[in-house]
């Protein structure tokens, strides 16, 4: 996956931003500034959070300009917290608006949100976390570098857990997002099978794992 960029002024918030998403799996670059904006350009990244007040320049003014050339998506993060700021703010384009004072764990629930409904461009989704590296948009993995070869099944496995990163699955998830939307009907041994297969595949050590993580009686999560 692409990395985040975080354009605001504060530099705690800044780094705290950056501290609690590159903690769950992110990757971030920072900016202070429009000007900071403009030299990072837009296509090295997937989402940009956005300050309205930045110091040489207005965050709305400063959308206004980047949908003319990019849909990139975009989460204003603002002091600015009246309805007619928030109205504002989406007129400009924005893709979502968090007032502050925020909690980290909704704007990062937010970030998930809206990069679910944004479309994967063919190459620019890649995601990494230590040995692996995922392709979504080539659906290509790879371990240490080298190709893993995995099943259709096995590989909307891997997709659904990494996209829930920082989460619990629950068996029940991914009965209904790896089967149930085709109308098929699984079990929980064949589920069980599957996972191991998934792990053997990926060179994990069943008796301690870095990718698939089980949650006894609830489900699996990816990495730490």
């Known amino acids: 996956m692409r990395p985040i960029l975080i354009a ?4 705690v918030i800044n780094n705290g931003i950056k501290y609690f998403l590159e903690k769950h799996g992110y990757s971030t670059a920072s900016v202070f500034s429009c000007s900071g904006v403009y030299e990072a ?3 090295e990244y997937s989402l940009i959070i956005l300050d309205i007040n930045l110091p040489d320049g207005n965050g709305l003014e400063l959308l206004e300009k980047i949908r003319e050339s990019s849909d990139i998506p975009v989460i204003f993060l603002t002091a600015n917290d009246t309805d007619e700021d928030m109205v504002k703010g989406f007129k400009s384009g924005c893709d979502d608006y968090i007032p502050k004072p925020f909690s980290p764990e909704v704007l990062l629930e937010r970030i998930k949100a809206v990069l679910r409904r944004t479309p994967v461009k063919d190459g620019s ?3 990494k976390y230590k040995g692996l590296s995922v392709d979504f948009g080539r659906r290509a993995v790879f371990t240490g570098g080298k190709p893993v070869k995995l099943s259709a099944t ?5 997709e659904v857990l990494i996209r829930n990163k920082g989460q619990v699955v629950t068996r029940n998830m991914l009965f209904e997002k790896v089967w149930d939307i085709d109308g098929n009907y699984i079990d929980e041994n064949t589920l069980s099978v599957h996972i191991r297969r998934l792990r053997n595949k990926l060179g994990e050590d069943s008796k301690n794992p870095e990718y ?6 609830i489900g699996y999560t990816f990495g730490e």
């Open 41 to 43: 350009g837009t296509d």
């Open 212 to 217: 698939i993580i089980t949650v006894f009686g």
């Open 8 to 11: 605001e002024d504060d530099a």
């Open 154 to 158: 096995e590989y909307k496995l891997l």
């Open 125 to 127: 989704d890649i995601f």
